[in-house]
Nanobody, 125 residues
Framework: VQLQASGGGSVQAGGSLRLSCAAS????????MGWFRQAPGNEREFVAA????????YYTDSVKGRATISRDNAKNTVYLQMNSLRPEDTAVYYC???????????????????WGQGTQVTVSS
């Protein structure tokens, strides 16, 4: 599966963005998917994930209540809606496939496989 993220941009604090991740290949619907982000000088960190089967989701605590991950299997696309954005949300956002056999609820980068190229989100105060 090849992934391409888009939808980033520059917004003021309190604003919203919807990130998209388009996948190639006919097996997208079988993959649990995730979003990560990486700020300059920081490790890549988990943001959210969604299951392939029933759309179950989980989030990192810092975005709970502000972010919604969703997917449209007919369009081979996973989304990340971010609301009430904060300057600390500034990062490059990446989508990834969650590797088969890894624990549901994992936040470890090593448990995610194919990565997209990332899209920049910049939030100004």
């Amino acid at each position: 599966v090849q992934l391409q993220a888009s939808g980033g941009g520059s917004v003021q604090a309190g604003g919203s963005l919807r990130l998209s991740c388009a996948a190639s290949g006919r097996t997208f619907s079988s993959y649990n998917m995730g979003w990560f982000r990486q700020a300059p000088g920081n490790e890549r960190e988990f943001v959210a994930a969604i299951s392939a089967s029933d759309g179950t989701t989980y989030y990192t605590d810092s975005v709970k209540g502000r972010a919604t991950i969703s997917r449209d299997n007919a369009k081979n696309t996973v989304y990340l809606q971010m609301n009430s954005l904060r300057p600390e949300d500034t990062a490059v956002y990446y989508c990834a496939t969650k590797s088969f056999g890894t624990s549901w609820g994992t936040r470890e980068r090593r448990d995610f496989g194919s990565w997209g190229q990332g899209t920049q989100v910049t939030v100004s105060s």
